[in-house]
């Protein structure tokens, strides 16, 4: 086969067959089809799509560039849940336990921030000890031991996408709904799962903006997922707002210990109950919705969601005292408080703007090569509908040096608007995709 | 600038400024902009295009990469002539010594061949001792010398468009109007003249088979020709024959010679014509075409223009005698002759796949590194509207190695058609885009 001539094809709006794919994904894999031609693919494809035979086939060719795992012989159902990123997202940090406890084995694998989004490693990171990169031995021994494992993706899986992701963020291919699609999907499928649950965000702090592009994306994965066998479903959730209070890295492990004792906030823990129930019922464990969601108050009424919580903690290195007393997290004792300068409702808190301020602090990162300050973040006192009087607190800022404070609450300026009507109540679960 | 967001722009079919571009062309030829980035940009430009503004910026930044060539101490003015290329597209071979003889500075310079068409270095490098490839200082003097020279294109002329020009042969997107049009005109414009002349080829042996996408071609580059102040002008001429009788190399400096003689066949005398007449209107060496046309046939006749090629041939380091007696040119002594094989009018005498059957004799190259024989080739003698018998030669194919003969057979099995009607007669000459 030739690339040139597969590049030709794709950039005329042509069909490429799976026996294609597969070889131009190995070729690049094993360096024998350049970067060059790679990227004017990525062009071709970003332009002229691919449709759904030639999108399974992708995937699959990137799944198989590395190591499968499999997990047919641990006898529970494995599942897990992926987000496609937001501002105060620490939902898997309390889901994963919650499902645990009611029988699903969860091998998770989660990734970083980057820009005004963070990652589910780096908030975990913030718990002294804690060791998110696990070689394949560690990762299966504390899977066996507690159902449930919270690490980075190993290196040996789907090393296409990780090429592949690189030159695309080089080469201005990036948001293209195939190619976001095939390289969630191709690592999560490369996990050996039963079932999977997706949470696609829309709105100003989501990756994808706008709803109808949210909603092409989680039919496409959706899609992706069934054709490989695995009982995939997403939830579209609305990401204007940040979700929960927190915004950071140890004050978002702290909000997800509040949800796991039945204390955290209302938006946050309806979104970990929903994703939580279409776990269990993907997985069989639970017969219908109401029992699921029962099962999993319950895990957090008795405790045993976040005894599972610091049973993995304590597997992964980390000091089960910092759940047990968040205090302990890391903390700069520095903060700062932004009020509000008119009475009224709250109709927007808008959460890109308050993820590029909490990056802007040092809770995220500009570029990959930066580093994470676990201590600082954002605290959102006011969010729509909540009434306010002028002085009233919006938001405490923790903070480690004043020149990032003062960037942070520049950026902040125009991220709370305050009208006179409370706005109309726009609904937090927009649909289930399945 | 960001070569990313330059990109994502022309992704987005939005509009690059003239800055820009010439950031990211001069980016790109001192390797700060990547391979992989600039074929997602050409994959971008490929399919959302250039408009004529970004056009004329992206020729100007591409032909200030490197050198560009200063005629104007020489008081005659300066012309040059470019083919999209053909089968049996000799034509500059003729025309530079006729264009001279009138009064017109030459400074040409010419391409090889690949694939099915032919390239003049390659033809007048079989001429004994020819060498094309001159430096700066020796071209100057050829062409202050005798007003002509016939040389390749120097190394420091258009750096940006050797690498680019690489990068879309292995990246799929070669054939695109604004890239074509800019490579082309990039390389014209570098090399200092008052007017030039195209050559746009269309049909079965042309780059652009296609008579609409061959008009654009043409619209494109001479609209690119007059935004930087050069007088540009191009014919549309018939591809689907092969241009004279022969195709090959050594057989096709004979037959420019030919033409030189006033002894060459209508279709290549008139093409020939037609172009010079463009060239002297277009530095006003001629009033008008009638005139034009006079002063070539008689540059012709006196015998002047075979001499000016003699005299070009000396000076290039060429055996003048070859061309007084092209029997001396190189010869393989082996013929064979195809017949017709059924009475009637010859209706298709097919550019593409004799063009494909003289490169499998040895007269082409299937890749840039193949090397040519300078003298096998093929003579064509039925063209269409020629009556035929059983047995009637079509064509003698001179060859070296008897497999690259039988290949050559097999491709020329159906490059004949003949019909009981003769065909209605086509124009050779379609258009004048000016």
């Not at 894999?29 to 970003?46: E, G, H, K, L």
């Amino acid at each position: 086969m030739n690339a040139v001539e597969l590049i030709e094809r794709k950039r005329d709006a042509g069909t490429l067959t799976s026996d294609e794919i597969k070889w131009l994904i190995t070729s690049y894999t094993n360096d024998t089809v350049a970067d060059y031609q790679m990227s004017a693919m990525a062009m071709a494809i970003f332009l002229n799509g691919l449709n759904a035979e030639e999108l399974a086939a992708w995937t699959e060719a990137m799944l198989h560039s590395g190591d499968v795992l499999d997990f047919s012989d641990i006898d529970a159902p494995k599942a897990d849940k992926h987000s496609t990123g937001g501002v105060g997202d620490k939902v898997s940090i309390p889901l994963g336990p919650m499902v645990a406890v009611c029988g699903v084995a969860i091998p998770m694998m989660s990734g970083r921030g980057l820009g005004h989004t963070g990652g589910t490693l780096d908030k975990l990171e913030s718990i002294p000890g804690f060791t998110t990169g696990l070689d394949p031995a560690t990762f299966r021994k504390v899977l066996d031991k507690t159902g449930l494992v919270l690490a980075g993706q190993s290196e040996t899986l789907v090393p296409a996408d990780r090429k592949l992701y690189a030159l695309r963020d080089a080469s201005g291919t990036v948001a293209s709904i195939p190619l976001i699609s095939s390289s969630i999907m191709s690592k999560k499928l490369a996990e050996g799962l039963d079932a999977l649950v997706l949470d696609v965000k829309f709105g100003s702090g989501a990756f994808m903006t706008d709803t109808a592009r949210a909603r092409e994306l989680a039919e496409t994965m959706v899609g992706i997922g069934k054709s490989h066998g695995v009982d995939t479903v997403a939830l579209m959730t609305d990401m204007n707002t940040p979700l929960g209070r927190q915004v950071g890295n140890a004050n978002e492990i702290a909000e997800s210990i509040e949800v796991l004792r039945g204390e955290g906030p209302d938006d946050l823990t309806e979104v970990t109950l929903e994703l939580g129930v279409q776990m269990l019922l993907q997985t069989g464990v639970a017969p219908d919705a109401e029992t699921a969601r029962e099962r999993l108050n319950r895990s957090v009424e008795d405790g045993s969601a976040l005894e599972k919580f610091m049973e993995v903690v304590e597997a992964q290195g980390g000091d089960p005292a910092a759940i047990e007393n968040p205090d302990l997290l890391p903390s700069t004792g520095k903060h700062w408080t932004i009020e509000a300068k008119e009475a009224g409702f709250v109709s927007v808190c808008d959460a890109r703007s308050i993820g590029i301020a909490g990056m802007r602090l040092g809770a995220g990162r500009a570029r990959k090569e930066d580093t994470i300050d676990p201590a600082v973040g954002i605290t959102v006192l006011a969010k729509p509908g909540d009434e306010v009087e002028v002085g009233t607190p919006l938001a405490v800022l923790e903070y480690r040096h004043q020149a990032r404070l003062d960037e942070a609450l520049r950026i902040l300026e125009h991220s709370w608007t305050i009208s006179e009507e409370a706005p109309e109540p726009t609904p937090l679960i927009l649909d289930l995709i399945e």
